[in-house]
């Protein structure tokens, strides 16, 4: 996050979680009758996995294959993962799409609503997590935005970060990309021998 003096950083942090409460508040089933699509997140991810089974695998050495298993297995086979009351998610808040006004010193909006689905309240918080600010800015933001168990919001988090991953390589390999595709399976790979 900027560097702010501790006030400032408490006031937006403050702000940051009214913003994402109001967005799941906003009641689903007007979400849905506007077009908003809801996903189940296990499903997703089920899915996500065959396809780079079937698609992307014969490029893996096994070292890198165990670990894409066990990383959906971990998350896929507990089922409190899915112990969840579906909202309206953002789904793409990171700190690029919250917009600070330095003059004013105070958070101006936020932007890039493209993203926009009902499923798992959890993920709103994963390019918090992901870009830039990691697990430390998610336990002291907790103090401002209410969650029953933080352990497993963040192990959570560290699923949805790096099965990022791997939809950048399925996205990139159905659009052709060779230099993103390339980029990604250099990032999973990394990963993997992490």
Sequence with gaps: M??????????????????????????????KRCGVKAVDFKE?????????????????????????????????????????????????????????????????????FGDVQIGDPDYDL??????????????EFLRYYSHDDPERLLAKLEFFSRSNTIRDILIAKRREDRKVFQEALSNLKEEAYA
């Design 2 to 31: 900027l560097e702010l003096d501790s006030s400032l950083r408490d006031a937006l942090m403050s702000e940051i979680a009214a913003f994402i409460q109001q967005v799941h508040s906003f009641p689903v089933d007007t979400a």
């Design 44 to 112: 997703k991810y089920a899915s996500q996995l065959e396809d780079i089974r079937r698609n992307v695998y014969h490029l893996l050495d096994t070292l890198t294959i165990t670990y894409v298993e066990k990383l959906h297995e971990d998350y896929l086979s507990d089922e409190k993962n899915f112990e969840y009351m579906p909202v309206l998610l953002h789904a793409d808040l990171s700190p690029d799409h919250i917009i600070y006004d330095h003059e004013k010193r105070a958070i101006a909006g936020v932007i890039d």
């Design 126 to 139: 994963v390019y918090l997590y992901e870009d830039y600010w990691g697990e430390g800015f998610i336990r």
